[in-house]
């Protein structure tokens, strides 16, 4: 069992597009995006807002715009959010 599901690549995405993720880590997470079309499409889109709305906008986006239900809250605390 090697694959990350869906809601740990969302997870990891903004790790992985900082480059933070070890060899290990990044090549699941490419492997995930290969075998699966939703998650291929939904970084491609986040890569397009970052680019358009910078920093601020993948903070914000990480936050509200993934479809799957997100437990955790840690994005409250986020200076960045006003
Ligand atoms: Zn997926």
Known sequence: M???????????????LEGRL???TERRFNEH?????GCDRYLDQFRQTIS?????????????SW???RACCCWCNDPARS
Do not use: I
């Open 2 to 16: 090697t694959g990350l599901d869906c809601d740990e690549l969302v997870e990891l995405v903004t790790s992985y």
């Open 33 to 37: 995006l290969a075998a699966c079309d």
């Open 67 to 69: 479809p799957f239900p």
């Open 22 to 24: 070890d060899r290990d």
């Open 52 to 64: 358009v709305l910078g920093d601020d906008g993948r903070r914000r986006l990480a936050a509200v």
